[in-house]
């Protein structure tokens, strides 16, 4: 009896400290649609398919928009609000650089889902997100994970909310940042290699040309040929298409575009997690997987606070 008396307080404390915690997921689970809508993920699947197959940029913009969305008030859609007097997270400096094609990957999706009767304005605009995040990862070549779900839509978006890190973070900033969201400097890391897909605009890196020490002399070079006008751009990685760990192996060779990628090799703190999955990519898979589960967990909505939105741009 003793012994199961201690139990129950152990349960109770475990309770308290799940209904305290910011991060409580108890209602995501996978097979959360699996009666509502069991086509769901093959719907997705081939939606995805076909965004990517008329975009080649599409993965990289709707993993991007996954993290900007998860970052800011949580995995809630909130970032594809749009408000009519312009206040909402699209509109602040920080999101301006989201791609339409990955918003125009989730509201196809969207449409996909919401064709299937069974399914129709029951799955909700954050988990399809979710899902068409994770397809970009795999058909691009990356890890297959299974999605959490059970997300519901956020019923906010404003400019003000929207606090992301910046290009010229330090480790010390990233970490700051990340463990915001609950999550590790490993996770960090692995998140990081995000940047193994995609491109980023000459005005986030260019401060960098010659006069970062860090950044490699003939990727200066390569880097100063690309940037003539204010419109150009150039690849996180040399495969910006393909999901795997050269993203890694570049930053070993210095050859890390922004200023927050380099740093996760040039700090010493870091530099052997880039190292192990510069020469490990299984482990950077299967991190990063383990990371963007995390990351889907982070401010998670419910029924109390949120809604099944039927248009992903507005609120029902
Ligand atoms: C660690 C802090 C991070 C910083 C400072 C950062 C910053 C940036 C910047 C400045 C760009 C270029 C945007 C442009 O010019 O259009 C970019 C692109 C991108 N970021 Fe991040 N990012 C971070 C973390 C992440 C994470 C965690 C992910 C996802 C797991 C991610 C995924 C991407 C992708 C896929 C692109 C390419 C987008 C495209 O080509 O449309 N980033 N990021």
């Not at 201690?6 to 209904?19: E, G, I, K, P, Q």
């Amino acid at each position: 009896m003793a012994n199961l008396g201690w139990l129950a307080s152990l349960a109770a404390a475990v309770v308290v400290v799940a209904l305290r915690s910011p991060f409580a997921t108890a209602q995501l689970r996978p097979g959360y649609y699996a009666s509502i809508c069991p086509n769901l993920e093959t719907i997705v699947r081939n939606s995805v398919r076909q965004s990517m197959a008329q975009s080649q940029i599409s993965a990289g913009a709707t993993l991007r928009l996954f993290f900007h969305d998860c970052a800011v008030r949580g995995c809630d859609a909130s970032v594809m609000i749009v408000n009519s007097n312009g206040d909402d997270e699209w509109g602040s400096p920080d999101d301006q650089s989201l791609k339409p094609q990955g918003f125009q990957t989730v509201l196809d999706a969207k449409a996909a889902v919401d064709k299937d009767p069974q399914c129709r304005y029951k799955v909700s605009c954050a988990d399809i997100l979710a899902l068409a995040a994770r397809e970009s990862v795999v058909q691009s070549g990356g890890p297959y994970y299974q999605v959490e779900l059970g997300r519901y839509d956020g019923k906010v978006s404003t400019k003000s909310s929207v606090v992301l890190p910046h290009v010229d973070f330090n480790l010390d900033k990233l970490n700051g940042f990340f463990s915001g969201l609950g999550l590790s400097q490993t996770d960090m890391i692995a998140l990081s290699g995000g940047h193994t897909m995609g491109a980023a605009d000459c005005s986030f890196f260019q401060s960098r040309i010659g006069t970062d020490p860090t950044m490699d002399s003939g990727f200066a070079a390569q880097l100063r040929g690309t940037c003539t006008s204010s419109q150009s751009s150039a690849f996180l990685d040399p495969t910006p298409l393909g999901f795997d760990n050269s993203y890694y192996k570049n930053l070993q060779g210095g050859r890390g575009l922004l200023g927050s990628d380099q740093v996760l090799y040039t700090d010493p703190r870091s530099r052997g997690t880039v190292n192990y999955y510069a020469s490990n990519q299984g482990t950077f898979f299967y991190d990063f997987t383990v990371a963007m589960t995390k990351l889907g967990r982070v401010g998670v909505k419910t029924a109390a606070d949120g809604e099944i939105r039927r248009d992903c741009r507005y609120t029902n």
